[in-house]
């Protein structure tokens, strides 16, 4: 999964797409970079989503998953506008019984 839109509702959808293609009672994990407005491609802008936990949090639980995040700090030099890598897990829940 990639914010690479600065658009909530393109963010969410992509979460629902990644949530989509895992069975239920599987497992859901990654991690994206934090806090950035978008990057360059060359002299291309990327829009971003500026993630944080509650942004990310939020958009699983849309898609019916529960995360986990946790905050990772980068050095400075990584790259500007970032402030840490957020790595999420949780587990999709299994389909109720008709």
């Known amino acids: 999964m990639d914010a690479n839109t600065d658009n909530l509702s393109d963010l969410e959808k992509e979460v629902q ?15 994206v ?3 950035s407005t978008g990057s360059y491609i060359g002299k291309c802008l990327l829009p971003g989503v500026p993630l944080n936990e509650e942004t990310l949090k939020k958009a699983f639980e849309k898609a019916g998953v529960r995360i986990i995040v946790s905050r990772l700090k980068t050095p400075p030099q990584l790259r500007e506008g970032y402030d840490g890598i957020l790595v999420y897990y949780g587990i999709k829940p299994e389909k109720e019984a008709a």
């Not at 293609?21 to 497992?27: A, D, F, M, R």
């Open 17 to 31: 797409a990644v949530v989509d293609i895992v069975k239920p009672g599987g497992l859901v994990a990654g991690a």
């Open 33 to 35: 970079m934090a806090g």
